[in-house]
């Protein structure tokens, strides 16, 4: 069924309103007067309504019955990921959404290949919003998990640190796995994984990230390439979560 974000404060007295941008995916998915679809208003919870009116620039739906959604992980994940040169980024935004990823952050290391600023980081934050929202219509989240840029490692760091379990996946770990840490922390309300970039973190990054709290842990014997890092431990942790 089509789904549709619609902001909390458009949706009251039994009807949920639609912008001018809804209006015209409606009109693309050829949905008339009388049909049927989802509206979630970002705080999960998922609206079924039955179309009454659109015109050009706005539409009407009345609402049938509301219900919580159930796309939302008990557990949230906030990833951490570097900047990655092409779309690398773009894709990684996607699956992670549709992995239950609850935020996403990009921020900045010695060895990044990329390194947007200004417009061109503005532009980029942009278009990985718009994907992040794409991607929690089409998987059926309950919320848009945010995508935002910090300006320096160390930040990234100190923000990831606030989590009740902060990981740092870093290649050169050979003594503990995620899964170790996971089993000692049953029930974590909140947990963040910061991934690096192409040629991973060096070591003094590491060395600062677990000072200030972060867990190192390996995700194998392999390495995994920046774009895949991400995504195996964010499909690691929601597996042991229960929430695969």
């Given at each position: 069924m089509a789904r549709f974000f619609v902001s909390a404060s458009n949706i009251f007295g039994g009807v949920a309103y639609l912008s001018s941008s809804d209006t015209?995916?409606?009109?693309?998915?050829?949905?008339?007067?009388?049909?049927?679809?989802?509206?979630?208003?970002?705080?999960?919870?998922?609206?079924?309504?039955?179309?009454?009116?659109?015109?050009?620039?706005?539409?009407?739906?009345?609402?049938?019955?509301?219900t919580p959604s159930v796309g939302e992980p008990a557990v949230h994940v906030t990833l951490f990921m570097a900047?990655?040169?092409?779309?690398?980024?773009?894709?990684?935004?996607?699956?992670?959404?549709?992995?239950?990823?609850?935020?996403i952050v990009l921020f900045p290391c010695r060895r990044c290949v990329a390194r947007p600023e200004g417009n061109a980081l503005i532009k980029r934050v942009l278009r990985l919003s718009r994907i992040a929202e794409e991607a929690a219509k089409q998987c059926g989240r309950g919320r848009i998990p945010t995508v935002t840029a910090l300006d320096s490692f160390e930040e990234a760091v100190a923000r990831a640190a606030e989590a009740d379990v902060p990981l740092l996946c870093y290649e050169n770990e050979t003594d503990t796995g995620l899964k170790q840490i996971l089993d000692t922390r049953a029930g974590a309300g909140t947990i963040s994984v910061m991934c690096g970039p192409e040629g991973g973190f060096d070591a003094a990054e590491a060395e600062l990230a677990v000072a200030r709290g972060l867990r190192s842990v390996t995700l194998g014997?392999?390495?995994?390439?920046?774009?895949?890092?991400?995504?195996?431990?964010?499909?690691?942790?929601?597996?042991?979560?229960?929430?695969?």
């Open positions: 015209e995916h409606l009109r693309s998915l050829r949905i008339r007067n009388g049909e049927v679809f989802t509206v979630c208003d970002g705080n999960g919870n998922d609206y079924n309504c039955v179309l009454n009116r659109m015109d050009h620039d706005s539409a009407e739906a009345t609402i049938l019955s509301r900047y990655a040169k092409g779309d690398k980024n773009d894709h990684v935004v996607q699956k992670a959404v549709e992995l239950g990823a609850g935020a014997k392999r390495i995994l390439r920046c774009e895949t890092a991400p995504l195996a431990a964010l499909t690691a942790i929601m597996f042991q979560t229960g929430e695969l």
